[in-house]
C-alpha cells in the first residue's frame, strides 16, 4: 500500500492532520505520522518504506533521501523549500512541491504584529508610536508581501516594494509604490518587512551597508529567513546605532548576543509565521492532495526541482 509520512518535529493542528488523513485514507493511502522528534534517526528510520512524505521546515538532506528508498515525492507544506535537497531529489527522481500561497496570510499578520509590537515598545507602557503615516518598505513582492502591503495600506502605512522579479505596473496596481533599487527601499521606510527566500545570492545580503542607510529610528522585520541576515553585521548595528531596531521570528545563530540589545532586538523562541490552525489546515491539505494528484494521475503542478 502506498504510504504517506508526515514528518513534522513541530506539528501541524489536529484538525490538519484529521483533513491529511481523510485525503489520504480517502484515496487508499496509509498514513504514518511522525511529530515532534528530536532525533533525525527516527526520521531515517519512519522514512524507510515511505512513497511520499509531507514535511514542514524539517531538513530532508541527502542522508534522508538515502534512507527513503521508496520515496517518489516530497511536499513542503509551506512557501520556502530551502530545507530540501534539492539536488539530492533530482538525483533519485524524487519530484520536490512546495505549496505557495497556503499559509501566506498567516505570516503576513505577524510581520504586522511584529511592527505594532516594536512601535508599541514591546507592549510596554513607555509611550511608542504608530503606524498609520509611516512608510513600510516590502521587500519582496509575492504572496506574502502583497498580503503585508494590504494589511500596511489598511492601516494607514504609505507602502513601497522592491521585487526585480516582479513588473512595476504590476505594484503599481495596488497602490503601492515600485521602487528601482535594495538601497532606495531600505534609505526611505522607516520599516522594512523582509520577505525573500534564502538562495545563494540573498545568503547574507542584508548587511551593513544596506542596513545603516535606514533612517533614525527604523525597524527591520524579518518573517523569512536567518540566512539571510548577515549577523555579524547586524550585532555592529545594533551597537553602533541605538535607535535602530530589528525584530525576527527566526532567531538569529546569535541570539543571545543580540539579546543584549533588547528591547531593540526581539526573536521568538520557536518560529512561528505559520503556526496558525487556518495555515496549518491550508498548506496541510494542499500538500495531501497534491500527493494523490502526483500518484494518481501524475500532476506535477508545484513542482520545484525541473
Ligand atoms: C514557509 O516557508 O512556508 C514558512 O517559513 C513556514 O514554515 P513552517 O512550516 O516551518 O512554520
Known sequence: MTKVLVATEKPFAKAAVDG????????????????????????????EDADALIVRSDKVTKEVIDHAKN???????????????????TQRGIVAMNTPGQNSNAVAELAIGFMIYMARTNFTPVTGTELTG???????????????????????????????FVPAEKIQQDGVT??????????????????????????????????????????LVNTARKEVINEADMAKLLAERTDFKYITDIAADNDAEL?????????????????????????????????VDFIKNGVTKFQVNK
Open 71 to 89: 520515496l517518489k515525492i516530497v511536499v513542503r507544506a509551506g512557501a520556502g523549500y530551502d530545507n530540501l535537497d534539492l539536488a539530492a531529489c
Open 178 to 219: 515600485p521602487v528601482q533599487t535594495m538601497e532606495e527601499l531600505y534609505a526611505n521606510c522607516d520599516y522594512v518587512s523582509l520577505h525573500i527566500p534564502a538562495t545563494e545570492q540573498t545568503k547574507n545580503s542584508i548587511n551593513y551597508n544596506l542596513l545603516s542607510k535606514m533612517p533614525k529610528g527604523a525597524c
Open 259 to 291: 539579546k543584549a540589545f533588547a528591547p531593540r532586538y526581539f526573536s521568538t523562541p520557536k518560529k512561528m509565521g505559520a503556526q496558525t490552525a487556518e495555515a496549518n489546515l491550508n498548506a496541510g491539505l494542499a500538500a495531501a492532495n497534491q500527493i
Open 20 to 47: 491529511i488523513r481523510k485525503i489520504v485514507e480517502g484515496a487508499g493511502f496509509e498514513l504514518a505520522l511522525l511529530e515532534k522528534y528530536t532525533d533525525v534517526n527516527d526520521l531515517y528510520k519512519t522514512v
Open 134 to 164: 509611516k512608510k513600510v518598505g516590502i521587500h519582496a513582492y509575492g504572496n506574502v508581501g502583497r498580503l503585508v502591503a494590504q494589511k500596511a495600506k489598511a492601516m494607514g502605512m504609505q507602502v513601497c516594494a522592491f521585487d526585480p
